[in-house]
Every structure is written in structure tokens, then in C-alpha cells.
């Protein structure tokens, strides 16, 4: 069981908006501003979309963005497109003991 | 540019141990936060551990802290991580990743290193 608490599946059709939620605690998501969001393709290396709760690193599109209210953290990705198609996680950094969590990871399909 | 190349599959029988390296470049591989995460099939991302090269203390994941060692040289710019008492749970993908800074995220990783227990 993750530490942090993602949806399964999400869907969306092309052009529409889906959301992700990530609910964790007051120890990781509620506590610190370092809640980051990976894209992942099967077989390839996690990509970092978001970083500290809404900042997008260089390259990744005005689609993706981060939020954050109280112990839930939210991925947004707007204009869905068939290249969204892919497994989601969040992750927050939780303390000096734990360091770092992920979620369970969210499944996208572009419909 | 930073990269991050990671060393070949491995095979392992059960009760025995393994070590994957991840070799960078591109830039000052002492003060970067590095990590290792894995990816068992059809389970979502695990965080195993991590270490700042220039300090050489590592930092592990409670389920991981007794198996687990995670080092770093830094005549060769190469980061290590060793698990041992392997079952078949162990087997997935292992990833190394680099940290943006003050746990803020994972910016760069490696190619991943499939494990078979």
C-alpha cells in the first residue's frame, strides 16, 4: 500500500481536462511545499512534469498544472492529447525519518 | 547536460545479492542529491534510498534500510546500490534519479536496470 493516495484510472477524450488527486497526510503532502508529479511511459524513465506543488520545469507545457489544498495535492492536464496517454505519480517529501513518498500511481487514457 | 547511464540487466537467484551502478556526466556529480528508485511489475514507484556524494551518508527507506546500500565514488562519477537477501519480490526495474535539490524532485534519471530474482 503507498504512502500517498492516487485514483486508479482517470479518462478524458482529446481537447477535455482530467484531474488527479493526491491525498496524503499532514506528515508529507500537508506539511511541505515539495509535492512533484511524473509522467511514465511504459518502458521508459519517469519524466518530472511538476515540482515543488506547481512549478513546471523547463519543456513541459502550460497543460500540466500542480495544486495543492490542505493534505491533497492535484495534477490538472488540460487539452488532453493522445501522447498524455500514460501512468502519473505524485510524491512529497514526508520528513527527516521517511524523506521521501510516492503514490500508487494513476493510469490516464486518452479516450 | 546531465546523464545518467546505468548498468545492464542482471539475473539473480534467490538469497543472493546485486549491484547496479549508474555512471554521470555532465556535470558536478559531488553535490547532487542522487537516489534509487524501482518499479516491480504492474506496482507503481518505490523509493529506496539516496545520497549527497560529497557527504556520503545515505539516507534509506524504512522497508529497505536492512538490505540495502547505497554508495557513490567520485573519482569515477558513479553511484552503487546493493540489495541483498533477494526474494522474488525484488524483481523489477531500478532506476537511479537525480534530485533537483532539497527533495523538491526528481529531475533526471537513468535508463533503469531490470533485476530478475
Known amino acids: 500500500q503507498s504512502a500517498l493516495t492516487q485514483p486508479r484510472s482517470v479518462s478524458g477524450s482529446p481537447g477535455q481536462s482530467v484531474t488527479i488527486s493526491c491525498t496524503g497526510t499532514?506528515?508529507?503532502?500537508?506539511?511541505?511545499?515539495?509535492v512533484s508529479w511524473y509522467q511514465h511511459h511504459p518502458g521508459k524513465a519517469p519524466r518530472l512534469i511538476i515540482y515543488d506543488v506547481n512549478v513546471r520545469p523547463s519543456g513541459v507545457p502550460n497543460r500540466f498544472a500542480g495544486s495543492k489544498y490542505g493534505n491533497t495535492a492535484s495534477l490538472t492536464i488540460s487539452d488532453l492529447q493522445a501522447d498524455d496517454d500514460a501512468d502519473y505519480y505524485c510524491c512529497s517529501y514526508a520528513g527527516r525519518s521517511t524523506i521521501v513518498v510516492f503514490g500508487g500511481g494513476t493510469k490516464v487514457t486518452v479516450l | 547536460q546531465i546523464h545518467l547511464e546505468q548498468s545492464g540487466a542482471e539475473v539473480r537467484k534467490i538469497g543472493s545479492s546485486v549491484k547496479v551502478s549508474c555512471k554521470a556526466s555532465g556535470g558536478t556529480f559531488n553535490t547532487w542529491p542522487l537516489s534509487w528508485v524501482r518499479q516491480a511489475p504492474g506496482q507503481g514507484l518505490e523509493w529506496m534510498g539516496g545520497?549527497?556524494?560529497?557527504?556520503?551518508?545515505?539516507n534509506y527507506a524504512k522497508k529497505f534500510e536492512d538490505r540495502v546500500t547505497i554508495t557513490a565514488d567520485a573519482s569515477t562519477n558513479t553511484l552503487h546500490m546493493e540489495l541483498t537477501s533477494l526474494t522474488s519480490d525484488d524483481t523489477a526495474v531500478y532506476y537511479c534519479?537525480?534530485?533537483?535539490?532539497?527533495?523538491?524532485?526528481?529531475?533526471?534519471w537513468g535508463q533503469g536496470t531490470t533485476v530478475t530474482v
Open positions: 499532514s506528515s508529507d503532502v500537508g506539511g511541505y511545499g515539495y
Open positions: 534519479s537525480r534530485d533537483k535539490g532539497g527533495w523538491t524532485g526528481f529531475d533526471v
Open positions: 545520497i549527497v556524494p560529497a557527504f556520503g551518508t545515505a
